[in-house]
Every structure is written in structure tokens, then in C-alpha cells.
């Protein structure tokens, strides 16, 4: 009987081994580990929310890079009027010339519109005005929300004391058939001036808020998956040596009930052949 019983543990023990190597697993039932159970659901949860406000985050950069982007080429076309308002200044270019400068400026302008109108992420539009504040969830509390302001990017808008962009387009009070060039040009640096300022202020919120709290989730989530780890899941070599010798056991636990049945029925056939 003491041979059934210790083989009967050892099949039940090598069972729950196999079970924890093929799940990778130390607890896979309440009863393996209920301390262990609660503070492995505990880390769980605390790690289910530090992933959301990871991806939280990511989007948040993605967002941000795209508007950045989107200054920095409506920057480029800035540098294109300007330059092109200085080369019809003067009497040094021909009529010609200055029309075919105009031409440049008016395509400049098209193009700074139609950028700040058709700049989107996820089907928002972020630099039209509809978007003049954006919200971001930068942490496990969904209250701790942090926002930032992107500027109105259009020909309408861009300027300063001086005018607006606008009004360096064919038929306008700056533009190269007014002879104005003087308020032209301050009129493009103070619209790039503007501009800068927006961008840098971007820059600073996704570098200083966004990027180092996604680092800070990065490595929050990195501690949280190791002390579960170390709570929840198998110890490989170590269940791999407990199975091997739970083998061994229940080998020579089957050993023992086989040669106990094998002379317990030698000696029914003993005590039958005396009868």
C-alpha cells in the first residue's frame, strides 16, 4: 500500500511540473500560490495601465512630429517668399522678372494654406484652428492630462504689426506691384518670427513633457514585468530538475508496486497450490 501512495504523489507531482513548464507558469490556480495570486493580479493591472499611457504617449509624439513637420516646411516656403520679395525690390529687375517673383510668392502663399487646412492626424486637423488646444494622458491617472497649443497656420493669420501674408499676394498692399518691399519683408519676418516661437514651444512639450514621461513609462513598465515575472512565472531549470526527479520517483515507485503484486501473487499461487 505505502508504494501505491508514494507513486500516486509522484504522478501528481510530476502532472503539476509538466503544467508549469508548458505553461511557463509557477501559478496557474489559486491554490498554487494565493499570497503570491493576489500580488501577481495587483502587478497586472498596475501594468495594463502603464502600457495604455505608454501607447498614450507614443500617439502623442506622433501627433506632435507631424505638426512640427508641417512648420517646418510652411518655414522653408517663408524663406522662398522672402527671398523672392528682395529679388523684386528695386529697379534692378525687370517688369517681367518682377511678375515672374510674384508668380513665386503667390504659389508660396497657396502653399502655406493649403498646408495649415490639410494637416491632420487621425482625422484632425491640427493647424486650421480647430485644434488650438490638444489634450494628452501622460501617465497611469487618466486626470493627469497635460495640454499644449498649436498655432493657426494660414496666410490670414501669419504675421504682425506690419500686416499678414495675405498681403503680399497678387493685389495686396505689400505685394510686388505696390512697391512696397520694405513692409514686405517685415511682414515674412514677423510671420517667421511667429512661427519659430510656435514651433520651439512644440519642440519643448514633446521633448521635455511627452518623450521623458514615455521614458519614465518605458522603464516603469520594463521593473513592473520583472517583479511579475519573478512572482508568476516558472523557473525553468528548476521545474525541469523537479521533473526529472519526479520521474525517477514514480519510476521507482512503479517498480516497487509491480514487485509487490508480483509476490503478492506468487504466494496466492503458493498458498492455492498447498491447498
Same mark, same amino acid.
Given at each position: 500500500?505505502?508504494?501505491?501512495?508514494?507513486?500516486?504523489?509522484?504522478? @501528481?507531482?510530476?502532472?503539476?511540473?509538466? $503544467?508549469? #513548464?508548458?505553461?511557463?507558469?509557477?501559478?496557474?490556480?489559486?491554490?498554487? *500560490?494565493?499570497?503570491? #495570486?493576489?500580488?501577481?493580479?495587483?502587478?497586472?493591472?498596475? #501594468?495594463?495601465?502603464?502600457?495604455?499611457? $505608454?501607447?498614450?504617449?507614443?500617439?502623442?509624439?506622433?501627433?506632435?512630429?507631424?505638426?512640427?513637420? &508641417?512648420?517646418?516646411?510652411?518655414? %522653408?516656403?517663408?524663406?522662398? @517668399?522672402?527671398?523672392?520679395?528682395?529679388?523684386?525690390?528695386?529697379?534692378?529687375?525687370?517688369?517681367? %522678372?518682377?511678375?515672374?517673383?510674384?508668380?513665386?510668392?503667390?504659389?508660396?502663399?497657396?502653399?502655406?494654406?493649403?498646408?495649415? /487646412?490639410?494637416?491632420?492626424?487621425?482625422?484632425?486637423?491640427?493647424? *486650421?484652428?480647430? /485644434?488650438?488646444?490638444?489634450?494628452?494622458?501622460?501617465?497611469?491617472?487618466?486626470?493627469?492630462?497635460?495640454?499644449?497649443?498649436?498655432?493657426?497656420?494660414?496666410?490670414?493669420?501669419?504675421? =504682425?504689426?506690419?500686416?499678414?501674408?495675405?498681403?503680399?499676394?497678387? =493685389?495686396?498692399? /505689400?505685394?510686388?506691384?505696390?512697391?512696397?518691399?520694405? &513692409?514686405?519683408?517685415?511682414?515674412?519676418?514677423?510671420?517667421?518670427?511667429?512661427?519659430?516661437?510656435?514651433?520651439?514651444? @512644440?519642440?519643448?512639450?514633446?521633448?521635455?513633457?511627452?518623450?521623458?514621461?514615455?521614458?519614465?513609462?518605458? $522603464?516603469?513598465?520594463?521593473?513592473?514585468?520583472?517583479?511579475?515575472?519573478?512572482?508568476?512565472?516558472?523557473?525553468?531549470?528548476?521545474?525541469?530538475?523537479?521533473?526529472?526527479?519526479?520521474?525517477?520517483?514514480?519510476?521507482?515507485?512503479?517498480?516497487?508496486?509491480?514487485?509487490?503484486?508480483?509476490?503478492?501473487?506468487? #504466494?496466492?499461487?503458493?498458498?492455492?497450490?498447498? $491447498?
Amino acid at each position: 500500500m505505502p508504494a501505491r501512495v508514494a507513486l500516486s504523489r509522484s504522478l @501528481v507531482e510530476e502532472n503539476r511540473t509538466l $503544467e508549469r #513548464l508548458a505553461t511557463l507558469r509557477r501559478i496557474n490556480r489559486g491554490s498554487d *500560490d494565493p499570497a503570491g #495570486l493576489i500580488a501577481a493580479a495587483e502587478l497586472e493591472s498596475e #501594468l495594463t495601465a502603464i502600457e495604455a499611457a $505608454e501607447r498614450n504617449t507614443a500617439r502623442a509624439d506622433a501627433v506632435l512630429a507631424v505638426a512640427d513637420s &508641417a512648420m517646418g516646411q510652411v518655414g %522653408e516656403l517663408l524663406n522662398t @517668399v522672402e527671398s523672392s520679395a528682395l529679388a523684386a525690390a528695386g529697379d534692378t529687375a525687370t517688369d517681367a %522678372e518682377k511678375a515672374a517673383y510674384q508668380q513665386q510668392i503667390d504659389a508660396a502663399l497657396e502653399a502655406i494654406d493649403r498646408i495649415g /487646412a490639410t494637416t491632420s492626424f487621425g482625422g484632425r486637423n491640427l493647424l *486650421d484652428g480647430s /485644434a488650438s488646444t490638444l489634450s494628452f494622458v501622460v501617465s497611469a491617472d487618466p486626470a493627469d492630462a497635460v495640454s499644449i497649443s498649436l498655432p493657426q497656420v494660414d496666410t490670414g493669420s501669419l504675421g =504682425g504689426d506690419a500686416g499678414v501674408l495675405r498681403d503680399l499676394a497678387s =493685389g495686396g498692399t /505689400a505685394s510686388v506691384a505696390a512697391g512696397q518691399p520694405a &513692409a514686405a519683408i517685415d511682414i515674412v519676418r514677423q510671420a517667421r518670427s511667429a512661427l519659430q516661437k510656435s514651433r520651439a514651444s @512644440v519642440g519643448a512639450f514633446q521633448a521635455l513633457t511627452v518623450e521623458s514621461s514615455r521614458a519614465v513609462l518605458s $522603464e516603469s513598465a520594463v521593473q513592473l514585468t520583472s517583479a511579475l515575472s519573478s512572482i508568476r512565472d516558472t523557473d525553468v531549470a528548476a521545474e525541469t530538475s523537479r521533473l526529472v526527479r519526479s520521474q525517477l520517483l514514480s519510476s521507482a515507485a512503479f517498480f516497487s508496486v509491480r514487485t509487490s503484486g508480483l509476490q503478492s501473487r506468487r #504466494l496466492a499461487a503458493m498458498l492455492i497450490g498447498d $491447498e
